[in-house]
């Protein structure tokens, strides 16, 4: 609870929970990249596999359109599935002794809280995904 005193046993739970947050900030990055990887395999047959005509012409059209949202949605989902658990390890640690805003400065490691730069973190896990199942639509619906 924030004003409880800090301890040794406390600085460990309070270890485990940034790496916990580390881990879901990074797995989120992951899925992000897996997102981007798998999009490009898909484009490119699909550009290929026109030779010229439209896109909505290839032989692939909707097959893969088709494949990219739907890798684009399951993905999406576990994008959404990492920043809820970061979410609850994010609120699990202003619940320590650490999360004290009247005294931020007694332990430097602990920066105090700023919703924005969340915000802002997760505008690429999300946005990324966005653009892409609006564009695989796009391509769908041409």
Known sequence: MP????SEAGDKI???????????????NARVNWLLTSQAFLFVPLVIGAEGRPIGQS?????????GLALCLLLTVSI???ALRLSQ???K?????????QTPSEFSGVMRNTPLLHIMAAAGAFGVPLVL????SWILLS
């Open 59 to 67: 032989p692939l059209h909707p097959h893969i359109p088709l494949l």
């Open 93 to 101: 640690l202003r619940g320590t002794a650490y999360a004290d805003e």
């Open 3 to 6: 004003g409880t005193e800090r």
């Open 133 to 136: 199942i609006s564009t695989w």
């Open 14 to 28: 309070y270890e485990l929970i940034l790496t916990a947050i580390r881990f879901e900030i990074e797995l989120m």
């Open 80 to 82: 959404l599935a990492a």
């Open 89 to 91: 390890w994010r609120s």
